[in-house]
C-alpha cells in the first residue's frame, strides 16, 4: 500500500484522516492501523467508497492499495 499516495490524496480532497473515517464508518485508529499494516486491510467496499469520494480512476487505485511492496 501507497500510504504517502492515500493520504496525498485525501488532502487534496480536503479530507482529514477522520472524515476518511467518518466515510467509511470506522474509528480513526482503525484507518491508522490500516494504513501502517498492523492490523487489517481496506475492503473492496471500502475501496468503492473512496473511489466514488475521491474520482479515483482504476490507475489510482491500482497504484494506492496494490503497490509493488504489497505483493508478496
Given at each position: 500500500m501507497?500510504?504517502?499516495l492515500f493520504k496525498y490524496l485525501a488532502a487534496k480532497n480536503g479530507d482529514a484522516m477522520r472524515d476518511v473515517a467518518r466515510a467509511l464508518k470506522v474509528s480513526t485508529a482503525t484507518i491508522s492501523n490500516r494504513?501502517?499494516?498492523k492490523r487489517g486491510d481496506?475492503?473492496?467496499g471500502d475501496i468503492a467508497k473512496?473511489?466514488?469520494r475521491w474520482k479515483l480512476t482504476p490507475q489510482d487505485i491500482d497504484a494506492?492499495?496494490?503497490s509493488?511492496?504489497?505483493v508478496k
Open positions: 501507497d500510504v504517502l494504513l501502517t499494516n481496506f475492503s473492496r473512496l473511489k466514488a494506492i492499495f496494490f509493488e511492496d504489497t
